[in-house]
């Protein structure tokens, strides 16, 4: 996943990549990571919950509008914090 | 955050010994304009498929590193979900593919005005590939060009 990343990236493209286990993401390192608390399976977290699905998604594209991140950024998802 | 202590001691082992490809120097396309004008694009690796399309091939060595287009306004229910790895709950998808193929929170995301436009077609793989080498000279570029050549500014990428 992070070396399509790196590929898009390469080629002009923002990405953010949802990251569900921390040892891969920090030994791959792709540009933008957004770290989240759930289990394999269900990296949008619940099913038929589309507000929760939504809050993640909007978590990580706001990762792509913030000007103090530096690659590899990888940043935790927190479900409670208002975005 | 996605726990080792969801795997088989097999699944384990490897992830930790695995020789995992660093990128190395990290690319870095900083946002060039709001994403209120930005096309999103999405790419999975839950081994999604519409029904009609082949199935990805679980007998490949090193891992099927093939793709699949996936319309932006596919109908959720005609995903047909066939990823060969064992080691994550498939139920969740069964359930609500939108939790790792968000079809239909994208086009809500739209009309939300979160982002400009959606990709004309999103990218599904199977992940659980093995043979990285393979797949970074002969897929990966051909599934950026697409994303290219459909003016996609910015990437959400989701796997399993």
């Known amino acids: ?83 | 955050m996605g726990d080792m202590s969801e795997f088989s001691l097999g699944v384990k082992a490897f992830i930790r010994t695995y020789r995992w490809r660093k990128i190395d120097p990290v690319p870095w396309t900083p946002l060039s304009k709001p994403l209120s004008e930005c096309r999103l694009g999405l790419v999975s690796t839950a081994g999604l498929t519409l029904q009609g399309q082949q199935p990805f091939d679980d007998d490949i060595k090193g891992g099927d590193s093939s793709y699949r287009e996936i319309p932006w306004d596919s109908d959720i229910g005609r995903l047909v979900e066939n990823h060969r790895s064992e080691s994550w709950d498939h139920r969740g998808v069964e359930q609500d593919p939108n939790i790792a193929f968000p079809l239909d929170r994208l086009r809500e995301l739209v009309e939300q005005g979160g982002v400009g436009s959606l990709a004309e077609r999103y990218l599904s793989f199977m992940g659980s590939v093995t043979a990285t080498g393979r797949m970074v000279r002969d897929v990966v570029p051909e599934a950026r060009a697409s994303f290219v050549d459909q003016g996609v500014d910015i990437a959400l990428l989701v796997p399993v």
């Open chain 1, 1 to 83: 996943m992070g070396l399509i990343a790196a590929e898009l990236e390469r080629h002009g493209i923002s990405t953010v990549v949802i990251q569900l286990l921390r040892l891969v993401a920090e030994k791959v390192g792709p540009p933008r990571g957004l770290m989240v608390p759930f289990r394999h399976g269900y990296p949008l977290d619940t099913p038929n919950d589309p507000e929760k699905q939504m809050a993640v998604i909007q978590a990580a594209l706001q990762l792509l509008e913030d000007p103090s991140q530096e690659p590899p950024a990888l940043v935790d998802y927190s479900p409670d914090a208002k975005g």
